[in-house]
């Protein structure tokens, strides 16, 4: 069966420091990717997904950027943290058929101070 | 563009009680639609999805959705809700082309269940 993972599960990071959050799937191979994050009352807004090794699409602009090294491993990138990074950040994948449904892993719950 | 509205933000029901979750959606054709259970602090677990055919969807749970195409509406319901179905529901439509399933979520309902 498919399992996704999700590391760390808490991170508290001060403003202007780096980030580097990961998700790695088991159990499927040349899965799509996505990133997504959770504020408080807003519900899920996707950040990036990607189709296949090194190719990673955007859905906002802003001060992350993802990449995806190996077929199942999907990264989560910053720099320097702003504030406004603060969140839940849940990885998902999906089959490649369009359509299907996402599934989720345990998330990261971000805090930048 | 595309939008999810999920008009309830909190719902209170008791124990045993039916329960109905409202999702209605802004899409440019019929999307494919999913409604996502979420404890606090976990990740979203599907409850049910809607891709063609019968407009009334079974899911897991106990958990039911009907499909309107007049209404582009979703609903959730549930006729007896357990204290345990005490969670955050989300609803969410996603593409029927394109290269990968892009879901759009609503803003999420949150359901406390009263003993």
């Known amino acids: 069966s498919q399992t996704i993972h999700q590391w760390p599960a808490t991170l508290v990071q001060p403003v202007g420091s780096p980030l580097s959050l990961e998700c790695t799937v088991e159990?499927?191979?040349?899965?799509?990717l996505y990133w997504y994050r959770q504020a408080a009352g807003r519900g899920l807004q996707l950040l990036f997904y990607?189709?296949?090794?090194?190719?990673i699409s955007s859905e906002v602009p802003q001060n992350l950027s993802a990449s995806r090294p190996q077929d199942r491993q999907f990264i989560l990138s910053s720099k320097k943290l702003l504030l406004s990074d603060s969140g839940f950040y849940l990885c998902?994948?999906?089959?490649?058929?369009?359509?299907?449904?996402?599934?989720f892993g345990p998330g990261t719950r971000l805090t930048v101070l | 563009a595309q939008s999810v509205t999920q008009p309830d933000i909190h719902i209170t029901v008791s124990e045993g009680a039916s329960l109905e979750l409202r999702c209605n959606y802004s899409?440019?054709?019929?999307?494919?639609l999913f409604w996502y259970v979420q404890s606090p602090g976990q990740g979203l677990q599907l409850l049910l999805k809607?891709?063609?055919?019968?407009?009334l969807v079974q899911g897991i749970k106990g958990f039911e959705a009907e499909f309107k195409r007049s209404q582009s509406s979703f609903n959730l319901r549930k006729p007896s809700v357990h204290w345990s179905d005490a969670a955050e529901y989300f609803c969410?439509?996603?593409?029927?082309?394109?290269?990968?399933?892009?879901?759009?979520f609503g803003t999420g309902t949150r359901l406390q269940v009263t003993l």
């Open positions: 159990g499927t191979s040349n899965p799509n």
């Open positions: 998902a994948w999906s089959v490649k058929e369009i359509g299907n449904e996402q599934f």
């Open positions: 809607y891709f063609s055919g019968d407009t």
């Open positions: 990607s189709i296949g090794i090194d190719q």
């Open positions: 899409y440019g054709a019929t999307p494919y």
């Open positions: 969410a439509v996603g593409p029927r082309t394109g290269t990968a399933s892009k879901l759009t």
